[in-house]
């Protein structure tokens, strides 16, 4: 199966502020099917990111999408109040699907 | 709106069983593979079992292949998840959830997850 790693676990930063968040893969992710998710404390995933690079459906576009083979990037240009969460990228390429362990956004 | 509700979770002891299930609307249910997705207390996101949209092709997470079976009843619009032989590492918030497009997709609508607990 495909690992994903995220680096790094926790990035503190403030509001207004770049953030890039990582994903590498143990092997190429086929077509680029790779997915970024936020998600907040309590509540379920939400999809941000498919396709390495196109946004869901209402998703504000300071978040953007990059990568291909095994090295994928989520950029969030400016951080808003809201993003401060868990982010998780997905490979949906190879059975089995897996996620990675996750990167934390917190308010410095 | 498209929604999933999950229900069914709860405390089991190690070795027993469970049922969860998972009600759709707003969607053609029976035209999407649907998934299960766990999240152990603190822990990252597993995928744990998958369903094609007429119910006759299934796969599963080595983690629980031979334990967990998915099913469904697209007359109804609602996924099931019969839980046996459960195990602590089991316990976990269950979330079903809904790909964008293909069986194997992103997902673009998740449940809001039922904890199933398996403690003595």
């Known amino acids: 199966e495909i690992v994903l790693t995220q680096s790094p676990g926790t990035l503190s930063l403030s509001p207004g502020e770049r953030a890039t968040l990582s994903c590498r893969a143990s092997?190429?992710?086929?077509?680029?099917?790779v997915a970024w998710y936020q998600q907040k404390p309590g509540q379920a995933p939400r999809l941000l990111i498919y396709g390495a690079s196109s946004r869901a459906t209402g998703i504000p576009d300071r978040f953007s999408g990059s990568g291909s083979g095994t090295d994928f990037t989520l950029t969030i240009s400016r951080l808003e109040p809201e993003d401060f969460a868990v982010y998780y990228c997905?490979?949906?390429?190879?059975?089995?699907?897996?996620f990675g362990q996750g990167t934390k956004v917190e308010i410095k | 709106e498209v929604q999933l509700l999950e229900s069914g979770g709860g405390l089991v002891q190690p070795g027993g069983s469970l049922r969860l299930s998972c009600a759709a609307s707003g969607f053609t249910f029976s035209s999407y593979a649907m998934s299960w997705v766990r999240q152990a207390p603190g822990k990252g996101l597993e995928w744990v079992s998958v369903?094609?949209?007429?119910?006759?092709?299934?796969y599963y997470a080595d983690s629980v292949q031979g334990r967990f079976i998915i099913s469904r009843d697209n007359s109804k619009n609602t996924l099931y998840m019969q839980m046996n032989s459960l195990r602590a590492e089991d316990t976990a918030v269950y979330y079903c959830?809904?790909?964008?497009?293909?069986?194997?997709?992103?997902?673009?609508?998740w449940g809001q997850g039922t904890m199933v607990t398996v403690s003595s």
């Open positions: 092997q190429s992710v086929s077509s680029s099917y």
């Open positions: 997905h490979q949906y390429g190879s059975s089995p699907q897996t």
């Open positions: 959830a809904k790909p964008r497009l293909r069986p194997s997709d992103s997902f673009d609508i």
């Open positions: 369903i094609s949209g007429g119910g006759g092709t299934t």
